[in-house]
């Protein structure tokens, strides 16, 4: 799991054991020297609770309808993005209160949101071919 701390750090967590526990992990700035970096484990559990209460079976679900079937396409890898972009308006849209209430931003989200709604395409694409 990938997260993007800023533009120019990202965070590799190797285990589920660091995640939870806060370890330090390294990570690699551009001077090619190793930094620790402390995980905020409380804000990455909310990221994750976020996700999953709203990227659902059934919003999943409705962005195909509303990207394809509604306008006579049909599903394919290449129309991701449009796929994701439909995703994220709808919960943008939709969840912003809740967003705020669990003191996150758009932006602790919209990653873990796309990548997310980019594997469940993935897998509906494999389903449905």
Request: charged share 30%; glycine share 4%; net charge negative.
């Amino acid at each position: 799991m990938m997260l993007r701390i800023n533009n120019d750090i990202e965070i590799e967590l190797i285990s589920n054991y660091e995640a939870q526990t806060g370890v330090l992990n390294f990570v690699r700035g551009s001077s090619k020297v190793k930094t620790p970096v402390e995980i905020d484990v409380e804000k990455m559990n909310s990221v994750n609770e976020f996700v999953d209460y709203c990227v659902t079976e059934n919003r999943l679900n409705q962005g195909i309808e509303q990207v394809f079937t509604c306008n006579n396409l049909r599903p394919d890898i290449k129309n991701t993005g449009d796929f994701i972009k439909w995703i994220s308006k709808d919960i943008l849209k939709e969840e912003t209160d809740t967003l705020v209430k669990s003191d996150l931003i758009w932006k602790d989200v919209s990653g873990v949101i796309a990548k997310k709604a980019s594997q469940w395409f993935k897998e509906y694409l494999d389903s449905n071919l």
